[in-house]
């Protein structure tokens, strides 16, 4: 099992920027891909960002490409989403996510952590 906790949501200003982070714990080694989706209130939960451990490969939704940057410290077990130039429409749950399969399914991903707010505001 892993444990994921996310931290660095807030509320910020359109145009602003907010640095999330989820430090992940247990049997991380399990993982192979690290994975950011969001929430707003009633849509589906949405891929944002996900970036594999080693390598560091990376995998952007559309809607957040050139905007968001995904990053990792190994040996931390910590995993970063750097969001800039943030819209109302960027308003959500953030959560992290780990699994051995990654990608942009939610169905990539077997462990999860509790979110953390972003909201933006115009």
């Known amino acids: 099992q892993v444990q994921l906790v996310e931290s660095g949501g807030g509320l910020v200003q359109g145009g602003g920027s907010l640095r999330l982070s989820c430090a992940a714990s247990?049997?991380?080694?399990?993982?192979?891909?690290m994975g950011w989706f969001r929430q707003a209130p009633g849509k589906e939960r949405e891929f944002v960002a996900a970036?594999?451990?080693?390598?560091?490969?990376?995998l952007y939704a559309d809607s957040v490409k050139g905007r968001f940057t995904i990053s990792r410290d190994n040996n931390k077990n910590t995993v970063f989403l750097q969001m800039n130039s943030l819209k109302p429409e960027d308003t959500a749950v953030y959560y992290c996510?780990?699994?051995?399969?990654?990608?942009?399914?939610?169905?990539?991903?077997?462990?999860w952590g509790l979110g953390t707010q972003v909201t933006v505001s115009s």
């Open positions: 247990g049997r991380t080694f399990s993982s192979n891909a």
């Open positions: 970036i594999t451990w080693r390598g560091g490969r990376t």
């Open positions: 996510a780990a699994g051995s399969a990654g990608g942009t399914s939610v169905y990539g991903y077997r462990n």
